[in-house]
């Protein structure tokens, strides 16, 4: 046991932490990742802080005030029942966010727990979960999210549950094939034979292996999260839509898309800045950690 | 080849399978029982409730309901649309010509922006046209492609008036084919750029691309006879799983357009509560992505013999 410990230290804490660091200064060189997550701070701020920087209460309807043009007591005027449009953009991004971040952390575990699980055992349970989530994958996800939400009807667990499922076969495959090739590592060919528990074997040293792939698909599928999200409410299967979700103001203002364009001109733009933000976070933590990922992750079925 | 082709069907088999499990399971997570769903807003009593239930064979186990819904899809008996009482089959089939148009459309934009644009980006890597491609191919898979349908339909239909906003024309025609296919395209324009950059960047570095140039040939020809033959066979991979990608991404283009395609349908169906119809529509095009992909598989296969499928068919 002592042996292992010492290895534990010797080995993997100190390799990781060195290049943790080369990681960073390498994050702090990339403009486009850099500026990523500029954007990506900005946003999670806008929605933390939505009550202080919002002037008015987003869902505060006022009978009088339809479609005001735009004025210093109303930055952007006010949408088709009245209320605050500027306030509404920036509640927008806390159920958008929050939804998105949700998901990704659903999918990621789970899809990890699989990958890890399928790829250690192998043999029959590896067979059985792979078949399931083959069965998964052919599956059509906006079209899964249709039906499910069509009978348990919309709130915001129903779409967590809905854009996460979609991604965990993904999680699943990248983490099973990266404990395959990790698993044959002389560490853990030793912590097995010193007596380590399998949990200890997957938890201590199989995991920090994987922890690369599992990084650059969650930061990349938070874009893809957030553009369901807004997808689905623009569909009209979001969240209550006196909700501020910048996917139902999208939803609310095409109709009056002639005579009112900015009312779907600036949720769409928040979604795309979102988007663009974490994509090119995204892509640089992919860059950094692993080059080779690039056709795997980011051609193929996962974008 | 032929072995292989035979394994990949059998492997379908269980996914099909389950596939309809789960469309058929879908089901019991609703609230109530189906009966009263498909009786929905109509007044009725408990006689005809309990005709609906017989109708419907709720009363039987779920295994045997599961083996009916099974035996009768087998038969191409998708069941009737609870709306408009039409079968589900034929209604569905109907629809599918004009996804696959749409699908096709957008190919052509994704391929004719793509890879002649991540060509001269890996031809010239780093370079001011590289930068500016790559920053583009970002911004195109970030915009949300039902924002910029909205957009174009508000530049192009509502200003402008050069293109319609909605429907597929009677009889179709190209002008409604263009907003929802270069919407559509965009985005895989984007992801096809990159794809074609990155492997032609790694083939470029090969010996006989080196030996090619050193036989004094154009950069042209070696470009475009040598080195691109090469790095397209992954490109040629994610064109085909692009197709029903194209399907399914078209859900919210088909709304927005108001595309008579097998998404809109789908989406249709579910405001309708329209069980039967939207479970036909998810199982059809669950079916149409998995026979696409075999053909993918077979068509890399056959593409580039050196790939070894016993690992690559399990990683999907």
């Known amino acids: ?303 | 080849m032929i072995k292989y082709l035979l394994n990949r069907l059998a492997q379908l088999i269980p996914v099909l399978f389950g596939c309809s499990l789960v469309v058929f399971l879908a089901l019991q997570l609703l609230p109530g029982d189906a009966a009263q769903v498909f009786l929905g807003d109509r007044e009725y009593n408990q006689t005809d409730y309990q005709a609906m239930r017989e109708y419907l064979g709720l009363d039987e186990p779920l295994y045997v309901q599961y083996y009916k819904y099974l035996t009768n899809l087998l038969q191409g008996d998708f069941g009737r649309s609870v709306r408009t009482h039409e079968k589900v089959l034929p209604a569905i089939l109907e629809r599918i010509p004009a996804s696959l148009t749409l699908a096709a459309a957008s190919l052509c934009v994704a391929l004719v922006i793509g890879i002649p644009v991540g060509i001269l980006s890996a031809v010239k890597p780093y370079s001011r046209l590289d930068q500016g491609s790559m920053i583009g191919a970002l911004l195109g898979v970030s915009i949300p492609n039902f924002w910029m349908a909205l957009m174009l339909i508000l530049v192009f239909s509502l200003y402008l008036d050069w293109l319609p906003a909605s429907g597929r024309g009677t009889p179709p025609d190209l002008k409604h084919l263009v907003l929802p296919a270069i919407v559509l395209g965009s985005a895989y324009a984007a992801t096809i750029c990159r794809l074609t950059r990155s492997c032609m960047l790694e083939v470029l570095n090969y010996d006989f691309v080196r030996t090619a140039r050193a036989k004094g040939l154009l950069e042209f020809v070696v470009i475009n006879k040598h080195a691109l033959r090469n790095a397209l066979i992954p490109v040629v991979t994610e064109v085909g799983i692009s197709i029903v990608g194209l399907i399914e991404g078209s859900t919210v283009i088909e709304v927005v357009f108001a595309w008579p395609g097998i998404a809109r349908m789908a989406f249709q169906a579910a405001q309708y509560r329209d069980y039967p119809m939207l479970q036909g529509c998810v199982l059809m095009v669950a079916i149409l992505f998995v026979v696409v992909n075999l053909i993918v598989d077979t068509l890399y296969y056959y593409l580039d013999p050196r790939i070894k499928f016993a690992g690559a068919a399990h990683e999907g």
């Open chain 1, 1 to 303: 046991m002592k042996a292992e410990a010492a290895m534990a230290i010797a080995l993997p804490a100190s390799r990781s932490q060195s290049h943790w660091h080369r990681y960073y200064r390498q994050f702090l060189q990339n403009g486009l990742g850099l500026f990523g997550a500029v954007i990506s701070i900005l946003i999670a701020l806008l929605a933390i802080f939505a009550p202080l920087l919002a002037p008015y209460d987003p869902i505060q309807v006022q009978p009088d005030k339809i479609f005001e043009p735009r004025s210093w007591s109303h930055w952007l005027g006010t949408d088709e029942l009245g209320r605050d449009f500027f306030s509404r953009l920036i509640y927008g991004a806390r159920i958008s966010i929050f939804i998105g971040v949700v998901a990704v952390v659903f999918k990621t575990v789970v899809g990890t727990f699989i990958g890890l699980i399928t790829g250690y055992f192998e043999g029959f349970i590896d067979d059985l979960l792979m078949r399931c989530l083959d069965v998964l994958y052919a599956f059509p996800r906006t079209l899964l999210a249709l039906l499910i939400l069509a009978i348990v009807g919309p709130s915001i667990p129903a779409l967590i549950f809905v854009i996460g499922l979609g991604g965990i076969p993904q999680f699943a495959r990248i983490v099973r094939g990266a404990v395959l090739s990790a698993k044959q590592n002389e560490y853990v060919v030793a912590a097995r034979s010193l007596g380590s528990t399998s949990a200890r074997i997957l938890w201590r040293y199989l995991l920090p292996n994987v922890l690369a792939p599992i990084l650059i698909l969650s930061s990349l599928s938070l874009a893809r999260a957030i553009t369901a999200e807004a997808s689905l409410s623009f569909l009209g299967l979001g969240v209550d839509p006196t909700l501020p979700t910048w996917g139902g103001m999208l939803r609310a203002g095409g109709p009056y898309l002639r005579l009112y364009p900015h009312l779907a001109i600036f949720p769409g733009l928040l979604i795309m800045l979102a988007v663009l933000g974490f994509n090119a976070m995204g892509d640089a933590i992919r860059d950094i950690l692993d080059p080779r990922m690039l056709n795997r992750v980011r051609g193929g079925r996962t974008t």
